[in-house]
T-cell receptor, first 114, second 111 residues
Framework: DGGITQSPKYLFRKEGQNVTLSCEQN?????MYWYRQDPGQGLRLIYY???????QKGDIAEGYSVSREKKESFPLTVTSAQKNPTAFYLCASSEGGDGTDTQYFGPGTRLTVL | GESVGLHLPTLSVQEGDNSIINCAYSNSASDYFIWYKQESGKGPQFIIDIRSNMDKRQGQRVTVLLNKTVKHLSLQIAATQPGDSAVYFCAESFNDYKLSFGAGTTVTVRA
């Protein structure tokens, strides 16, 4: 069963704590992406990776960090420097990273910082 | 501001009728457009895409129209069903990795 998985579905953390969101894909896609979605809004790009061991900042990278050590995995860390981390986080992947390949999304992780 | 936006934040449709969801974009260099459907609490689901060298593309019960002259994109859903109730996003890309999303249109299907 191919696809993109994100875990956990819901995550609660205390203010000031770092938290890591998992994203795994078995589609053999080269490119992976992290987006943030706030209520009633569209998606905003946090980080993206076009190939293993390489990644670039998106539009709202401040307070986040990523790694891409394996092709199938692209974890996102929400650090204590992120001022408003409560949001719905979506991971996506595409065959290539040139912007014209369809991006497929995972089910999302809803992070709530208490 | 956002380069991609939808004309109406909400759309109410009678079951069985056709739905038309509109989207305007501002970047004339955009060459790839895509529609997603997002149900509550879930990730966006790919519906259909279109490249700038086309003006129409059809899928199963859906049609996307692209008018580059006025920078307008629309999604038509035929014979709308209750399962079509969701938020619909258009997104554009202009020759790089980025997809720019609009805020979305919430479609509600009336029985």
């Amino acid at each position: 069963d191919g696809g993109i998985t994100q875990s956990p579905k819901y995550l609660f953390r205390k203010e000031g704590q770092n938290v890591t969101l998992s994203c795994e894909q078995n589609l053999n896609h080269d490119a992976m992406y992290w987006y943030r979605q706030d209520p009633g809004q569209g998606l905003r790009l946090i980080y993206y990776s076009q190939i293993v061991n390489d990644f670039q900042k998106g539009d709202i990278a401040e307070g986040y960090s990523v790694s891409r050590e394996k092709k199938e995995s692209f974890p996102l860390t929400v650090t204590s420097a992120q001022k408003n981390p409560t949001a719905f986080y979506l991971c996506a992947s595409s065959e290539g990273g040139d912007g014209t390949d369809t991006q497929y999304f995972g089910p999302g992780t809803r992070l709530t910082v208490l | 501001g956002e380069s991609v936006g939808l004309h109406l934040p909400t759309l109410s449709v009678q079951e069985g009728d056709n739905s038309i969801i509109n989207c305007a974009y501002s970047n004339s260099a955009s060459d790839y457009f895509i529609w997603y459907k997002q149900e509550s609490g879930k990730g966006p689901q790919f519906i259909i895409d279109i490249r700038s060298n086309m003006d129409k593309r059809q899928g199963q019960r859906v049609t996307v129209l692209l008018n580059k002259t006025v920078k307008h994109l629309s999604l038509q859903i035929a014979a709308t069903q209750p399962g079509d109730s969701a938020v619909y996003f258009c997104a554009e890309s202009f020759n790089d990795y980025k997809l720019s999303f609009g805020a979305g249109t919430t479609v509600t299907v009336r029985a």
